[in-house]
């Protein structure tokens, strides 16, 4: 019976280290998996890339773009320190017309030096973010009337299947000249680019959301619809304790979906239009021409990439924190 217990109480996951190595066993390939993956792309990539030769010089590899981006940290850190010397001698100037004229009224300017990267990375998310709500706050309510009324539905219908496969390319025009046109003040709170962008990706992401959100409302299960009639629950208190509920993992497949969407109809908006951005950074550095340029891109193209994924993955713990139903939520 001794010799029974000894095997058993060595047996794997019956010790804590053994426990702790079994759950690192089984998580490995999730692990090296990816891991493995990405070692696979650098290495083709370096590959590839020593075989390519431009008008712009040597296609850039790992090696090159990862130099860059010291490059532009280092960039991003002398940019801010004239900024800062700036605001130092504004204020010395204004302490010392103040000190000889007490009447007078400082005036306090901005710093106008070039937006390094990381400035243009803040405006791409800052824009995306606006126009992503904007969207939302039109596209939620909107999909949850489609779903409850089937007269809605039909209504609203033929404007989705219209206006859901346009290209971002054709809205800028059409946004650009009517926010020229409305969108007049000498003191404006936001610029006009800023404005155009946003909208433009707002009128992009809408759809998915809209569609998403009325069948997620349409798709409820008939044994709770019929609980709340049993119940007599009130309008508003059918919609916060059934429909919203049960529709919230198709809500969020939507919301991801549009702000993947929104993320590259916004890089293309600044691209065309030349808002500031990331996707202006892309196209000065392709008119830019210098041996460093193709390098700078590529930097770009990791970012934007990295950013959609990491926005992807903020809108599922989003999800994960509100639904009540843990399992739905997909990865």
């Not at 090696?63 to 605001?87: N, P, T």
């Not at 800052?126 to 539905?153: D, E, H, N, Q, R």
């Not at 590529?298 to 713990?317: E, K, N």
């Amino acid at each position: 019976m001794s010799k029974m217990t000894n095997i058993l109480s060595i047996a794997p996951g019956n010790t804590p280290a053994e426990g702790v190595l079994g759950r690192i066993y089984q998580r490995a390939p999730v692990l090296l998996l990816p891991l493995i993956g990405l070692l696979m792309f650098l290495a083709l990539w370096n590959g590839v890339a020593k075989n390519i030769d431009t008008s712009l010089g040597e296609f850039p590899g790992p090696a090159h773009v990862w130099e860059q981006v010291g490059v532009l940290i280092d960039e991003h850190a002398v940019q801010r320190e004239k900024a800062e010397a700036f605001y130092v001698r504004q204020d010395e100037r204004n302490a010392a017309r103040v000190a000889q004229d007490p009447s007078y009224q400082p005036k306090v300017r901005d710093f106008t030096g070039a937006p390094t990267f990381f400035d243009q990375i803040w405006t791409s998310l800052y824009t995306v973010m606006v126009g992503f709500v904007i969207a939302s706050v039109i596209a939620v309510p909107l999909g949850i009337l489609c779903g409850l009324s089937k007269s809605a539905y039909t209504a609203i219908n033929p404007l989705i299947q219209l206006f859901k496969p346009v290209s971002p390319l054709a809205w800028l025009p059409l946004v650009t000249m009517v926010v020229s046109a409305l969108y007049v003040s000498d003191d404006p709170a936001f610029s006009k680019s800023f404005i155009t962008s946003a909208f433009t990706v707002a009128l992009c992401c809408l759809w998915p959301t809209l569609i998403n959100t009325a069948v997620g409302v349409s798709s409820i299960d008939s044994d709770l619809i019929n609980v709340s009639k049993v119940l007599r629950l009130t309008p508003l208190s059918h919609l916060t304790k059934i429909v919203l509920p049960s529709s919230i993992p198709m809500i969020f497949t939507g919301l991801r979906l549009s702000l993947g969407i929104g993320w590259m109809v916004l890089i293309a908006a600044e691209m065309l239009a030349q808002n500031p951005g990331l996707g202006k950074f892309v196209w000065d550095e392709f008119q830019n021409g210098s041996s460093e340029s193709l390098a700078r891109i590529m930097v770009a193209v990791l970012t934007i990439g990295a950013i959609g994924f990491i926005l992807d993955r903020a809108m599922l713990s989003f999800q994960r924190l509100v639904s009540w139903d843990k399992s739905s939520v997909l990865r």
